[in-house]
């Protein structure tokens, strides 16, 4: 790691996060790239996936939660008539069955039993973690942990082509959804088996328009265009676009930063609220309390 002086540099970037590399990975090239004090990324993708990695720099770690808890969209094609030890390319192929000639006619009856709220069981390949330990470590160590079930929501599940042996379909979910278990699952009930051949996330609310940038325009821009680099990031509040704004006056924004709730007119009724000054400068996150004041959950420093 690089011995320069960290940076105070704030910020969310939207990497397209290139297959062949894990999350983590991508993460220390950020890093290493803007040098910031602090960083992390909010929510995994295989080395097999592409797509939107948010990484979030300096002060936005602190909102990183609310990205991990966000909608998600995705591309996936799956390879049916195979099973595999991970339920993707990585793994070993365990079983390969025909396909019926009929199988076409069978796809849009079993996608309709995957819209919707759902259960499913995480795979012993997930980063789901156990005892402090992710599944994926036992499962390489041939250890079986039993993982109880859980409620996720397919809030789209769009049939894009099939040709054969392969099914691409887009997927709109909310968070905790495995892909790789969904294709999984929609093999077993085609009564073939399948496999994630391909995975790409096409965006992370509230992020659905946004354009993503790649380790190979940031390394560019490092070595050429140090102020460019950052403007590829953006606002820490931008995590939080779709949330309810309250504009504190300046005795407000003094008031919230020492710690105390407020009264501040207009205010929703409950829930979390996005907190700026009379600047327009962020300041955190804020929740309706019972008696209607408005409570510092999150705040930036400044």
């Given at each position: 790691m690089s011995s320069r002086p960290k940076q105070n540099i704030d910020g969310i970037l939207l990497l397209n996060k290139p297959v062949g590399i894990s999350s983590n990975k991508a993460l220390t090239e950020v890093k290493k790239i803007f040098n910031?004090?602090?960083?992390?990324?909010?929510?995994s993708l295989d080395p097999l996936a592409s797509g939107m990695l948010p990484i979030c720099l300096g002060e936005a770690t602190k909102f990183s939660q609310y990205l991990l808890e966000a909608d998600k969209e995705y591309y996936v094609e799956g390879k049916l008539g195979v099973r595999t030890t991970t339920g993707d390319a990585e793994g070993s192929i365990v079983e390969t069955r025909d396909l019926p000639t009929d199988l076409a006619s069978k796809i849009d009856v079993v996608l309709d039993k995957?819209?919707?709220?759902?259960?499913?069981?995480?795979?012993?390949?997930?980063?789901?973690?156990?005892?402090?330990?992710?599944?994926?470590?036992?499962?390489?160590?041939g250890i079986e942990i039993e993982r109880a079930s859980r409620s996720v929501n397919i809030k789209?599940?769009?049939?894009?082509?099939?040709?054969?042996?392969?099914?691409?379909?887009?997927?709109?979910?909310?968070?905790?959804?495995?892909?790789?278990?969904?294709?999984?699952?929609?093999?077993?009930?085609?009564?073939?088996?399948?496999?994630?051949?391909?995975?790409?996330?096409t965006y992370v609310a509230p992020y659905e328009d946004q354009t993503m940038v790649t380790l190979?325009?940031?390394?560019?821009?490092a070595d050429a265009d140090r102020p460019l680099l950052k403007e590829q990031?953006?606002?820490?509040?931008?995590?939080?676009?779709?949330?309810?704004?309250?504009?504190l006056t300046e005795?407000?924004?003094y008031y919230i930063k020492q710690g105390q709730p407020i009264i501040v007119p207009k205010a929703p009724t409950e829930g979390l609220v996005r907190l700026v000054s009379n600047q327009q400068a962020?300041?955190?996150?804020g929740e309706i309390l019972t008696d209607g004041r408005v409570a510092p959950r999150r705040l930036i420093a400044t």
């Open positions: 910031p004090k602090k960083a992390g990324h909010t929510g995957f819209r919707g709220e759902i259960q499913q069981i995480p795979s012993m390949y997930s980063a789901l973690k156990f005892k402090g330990r992710p599944l994926y470590e036992y499962a390489r160590e789209e599940l769009t049939l894009i082509s099939y040709a054969h042996d392969r099914l691409v379909l887009l997927v709109k979910c909310s968070k905790g959804t495995y892909i790789r278990t969904l294709i999984e699952d929609i093999g077993e009930q085609l009564g073939v088996g399948a496999y994630v051949s391909m995975l790409c996330r190979e325009k940031l390394i560019e821009l990031l953006l606002p820490i509040d931008s995590a939080l676009s779709g949330w309810p704004l309250l504009t005795s407000l924004t962020f300041l955190g996150v």
